[in-house]
């Protein structure tokens, strides 16, 4: 059986991330590497483990120039 894999706006997932069948990240997530996602993650949070946990929220700035600042922690 398939299901679809959401990811959302301005995501970064590490090397090595798993992600399963059906799940869901939200807009602005940092996946840390190595993790494996499974069902829905939170916007603007990051995640690390196996299975992957919230570690803490992440704020994303507005993009500046090509490459711009990409991660702001509060």
Do not use: K
């Not at 990051?46 to 700035?61: D, F, K, N, V």
Request: aromatic content about 6%; glycine content about 12%.
């Amino acid at each position: 059986m398939l299901s679809e894999v959401r990811i959302g706006r301005n995501c970064w997932l590490g090397s090595n991330v798993v992600v399963s069948a059906g799940s869901i990240i939200g807009d602005g997530v940092v996946v840390a590497a190595q993790s494996f996602v499974s069902g829905e993650l939170a916007p603007h949070t990051l995640y690390a483990g196996s299975p992957a946990r919230p570690i803490r929220e992440a704020s994303m700035p507005p993009p500046s120039g090509s490459m711009g600042r990409l991660m702001s922690w509060e």
